[in-house]
């Protein structure tokens, strides 16, 4: 069984730039959340999808915006890049229809914006 | 949403029991207590919880307050692999389509001297 896996690992953006980070979710599961985790902080949500809907979302400004896809891998777009956009980026996946509800995560993308 | 307190750090040597506490005094009736850690470098993972009663799994046990406002998780045989950041987190019981967010803390460093 293949877990959550997240690409790019690393990534160094400007100022004002976009970026698109990828996350595959674990086999069977449908529900896709994002966490930005900044230095010394615990995750902090920015939005989850289900079955391809946005399902829930953090206190995160629209720039933040993603994408789910029929075989439930995701992305999350960051548009405008600001300095404090600098984080760990982690994606998480789920079938909620289990009783645990437990969050498998990945081991994140970290962005650095100069 | 209820919020937990935990201690920002704590350390254990290796072999011996770590008791990792977490209060949460305004938890509802409805609030699972769940446990996840981040290891260095790594996405957060499940590690156990519950709701009343007190839990055993293979990675830790969780001791639940009659009362319910605070609960401590137990690592029985610290090792170095467990040094990481031990996050108690509430989550509503599953009750419809989609997932519930993680709301994290900062959670409880754990340093294990060798």
């Known amino acids: 069984e293949t877990g959550v896996t997240q690409s790019p690992t690393h990534l160094i953006k400007t100022r004002g730039q976009q970026v698109t980070l990828r996350c595959s979710s674990q086999?069977?599961?449908?529900?896709v959340s994002w966490y930005q985790q900044a230095l010394g902080q615990g995750p902090q949500f920015i939005f989850q999808y289900y079955r391809e809907e946005e399902n829930g979302r953090g206190n995160f400004p629209p720039r933040f915006s993603g994408l789910q896809f029929p075989n439930y891998s995701s992305e999350l777009n960051v548009n405008a890049l600001e300095l404090d956009d600098s984080a760990l980026y982690l994606c998480?996946?789920?079938?909620?229809?289990?009783?645990?509800?437990?969050?498998?995560f990945g081991p994140g993308t970290r962005l650095l914006v100069l | 949403d209820a919020k937990t307190t935990q201690p920002n750090s704590m350390e254990s040597n290796e072999e011996e029991p770590v008791h990792l506490p977490c209060n949460h005094s305004?938890?509802?009736?409805?609030?699972?207590i769940h446990w996840y850690r981040q290891l260095p470098s790594q996405g957060p993972e499940y590690v156990i919880h519950?709701?009343?009663s007190n839990v055993n799994n293979r990675m830790a046990s969780l001791a639940i307050a009659e009362d319910r406002k605070s609960s401590t998780l137990i690592l029985h045989r610290a090792t170095l692999r467990d040094a990481a950041v031990y996050y108690c987190i509430l989550r509503k019981a599953y009750s419809g389509a989609g997932s519930y967010q993680l709301t994290f803390g900062k959670g409880t460093k754990l340093s294990v001297i060798p």
């Open positions: 086999s069977g599961h449908n529900t």
């Open positions: 519950g709701l009343t």
């Open positions: 998480a996946s789920s079938y909620p229809a289990s009783p645990r509800g437990t969050q498998y």
């Open positions: 305004t938890i509802s009736g409805t609030d699972y």
